[in-house]
């Protein structure tokens, strides 16, 4: 009797082995997974730069850039002799024709030839020995110039004019660029909740390398200042509506208001606040993660091409890594700023 008791104990035990088994094994495939995991967590540290700058002149050119397809430049119908008969014909539709090459014969041993570079896009002849009419043609597309469509914002479509120069840059190359011009600019636009844009028709010429359908993207000069104080973007700090930068005299650092005017990648205008000579300090912030390095936004004023609206806010704080000898917010030392 005792035995037997014992014995079901036992099993009893066994059973609840075996079930803990699994639920063990699950626990310890979760306890490395989330080792694993923990390993290949991402991790950001910042680093901050500090550089003092002196204050330039130089040329600040606000550009304007938009992607596009190539198209090809016009769409026509070749009309043939209605005098002759139609021979032979020396094309097959999507073919490639350059200029002056021949596209069919008459029976008479005239030729139709191609008047610029095209595509057959498709062809209506009759017979061979029958006589043409108005209803054969052959339809071509114009390839020795091209066309893109772009859109450009409400904001920036006032800044451009006909036969304006754009720069155009294949995107399975950017290293190789053709000169085109703006000719053709819509006068109504498209409305979204972002903002309206227009349509503009760029055209270039074909170098012959150029294929419709290529992706491309295009540069536009808008704006251009010659021999302007400027300091790198990331010298201006923003606080709300004050704009301001650190001065460098020797040993004190102070805040100085400043008004900010064109810029590009990489400088600001100022109007007002600095002169040529003085020093400012420049801090950029950038952030790496651990398994995948990446850069995130610097420290200061707004992005390319912006001006003194639209910039982010960067905050009025004191930035971590300054050195001592800092004088405070120090006031303006030109005037204030009036945007």
């Given amino acids: 009797m005792k035995r037997t008791r014992k014995n079901k104990v036992i099993n009893i035990i066994k059973k609840g082995i075996i079930k803990l088994i699994p639920l063990i094994i699950v626990g310890v495939a979760c306890f490395f997974i989330g080792r694993q995991i923990g390993l290949n967590t991402d991790t950001t540290s910042s680093n901050v730069t500090i550089e003092d700058v002196a204050v330039e002149t130089r040329t600040i050119t606000k550009t304007l850039s938009a992607s596009g397809q190539i198209k090809e430049y016009a769409t026509k119908k070749l009309s043939l002799d209605t005098d002759n008969k139609f021979k032979v014909l020396y094309v ?38 029958k006589k043409v009419t108005d209803s054969h043609y052959i339809k071509v597309s114009r390839i020795d110039k091209l066309k893109v469509d772009i859109s450009v914002n409400e904001s920036e479509i006032t800044s451009l004019s006909l036969n304006q120069k754009v720069e155009v840059s294949l995107t399975v190359d950017s290293t190789k660029t053709y000169t085109g011009k703006i000719t053709k600019i819509s006068s109504v636009g498209e409305y979204s909740s972002s903002g309206s844009t227009f349509d503009v028709e760029v055209t270039l010429k074909n170098d012959g390398s150029i294929r419709v359908g290529n992706s491309v993207s295009c540069t536009i000069n808008i704006s251009e200042l010659k021999d302007v104080v400027t300091v790198p973007i990331n010298a201006v700090q923003i606080s709300g509506s004050r704009k301001y ?26 109007q007002s606040g600095l002169e040529v000579g003085d020093t400012v300090r420049v801090i950029t912030t950038t952030k790496q993660n651990t398994i995948r390095s990446t850069s995130s936004g610097r420290s200061g004023f707004g992005g390319s091409g912006s001006g003194p609206s639209g910039m982010p806010d960067f905050g009025g704080g004191m930035p971590s890594g300054m050195p001592s000898g800092f004088s405070g917010s120090g006031g303006s030392r030109r005037g204030p700023s009036n945007d």
């Fill in 245 to 270: 930068v650190y001065l460098v005299n020797g040993e004190d650092i102070s805040e100085v208001d400043v008004t900010t005017g064109l810029s590009d990648d990489s400088y600001v205008e100022i």
């Fill in 92 to 129: 097959e539709e999507d073919d490639i024709v350059k200029k002056g090459q021949k596209i069919l014969k008459y029976t008479n041993g005239e030729y139709l030839k191609a008047p610029y570079d095209l595509i057959i896009t498709e062809i209506q002849t009759p017979k061979s020995g």
